[in-house]
């Protein structure tokens, strides 16, 4: 499965979500997670991330490794996003900010 990171926190840009074949992402306040059961490996919505938060489950960073269990379990109580959507308004600059998992809401 591929896994949403820290990256994403306040800026959900979600280009990624116009690419996804089966509709597998889902949406919380300020993140988006993947939902492993569904997502196929396609790889196509790596690219699309414009802060680069989209890693295959197995390269995920070192100091990033809770966002596997995070995204299954998120995924599981958010609703699904199909179509991509305006960026969150401080995105830009928020995009540039590593250690950001203090902001995450869930
Ligand atoms: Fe969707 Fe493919 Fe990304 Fe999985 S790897 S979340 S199937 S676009
Ligand atoms: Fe988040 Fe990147 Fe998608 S910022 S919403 S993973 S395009």
């Known amino acids: ?11 959900k840009y979600t280009d990624c979500v116009d690419v996804c074949p089966v509709d597998c ?11 492993p059961d569904e997502c196929i490996d396609c790889t196509l919505c790596v690219a699309e991330c414009p802060v ?6 197995d390269d995920v960073p070192e100091d990033q ?6 995204n299954a379990e998120l995924s599981k109580v958010w609703d699904p996003i199909i179509e991509k959507q305006d960026p969150l308004p401080d ?3 928020w995009a540039s900010v590593t250690d950001k998992f203090d902001q995450l809401e869930r």
């Open 25 to 35: 992402f889902r949406e919380g306040p300020n993140f988006l997670a993947i939902d």
């Open 1 to 11: 499965t591929y896994v949403v990171t820290e990256s994403c926190i306040k800026c």
């Open 65 to 70: 490794r809770q966002f596997i269990a995070l």
């Open 91 to 93: 995105a830009d600059e």
């Open 52 to 57: 680069e938060a989209i890693y295959a489950e």
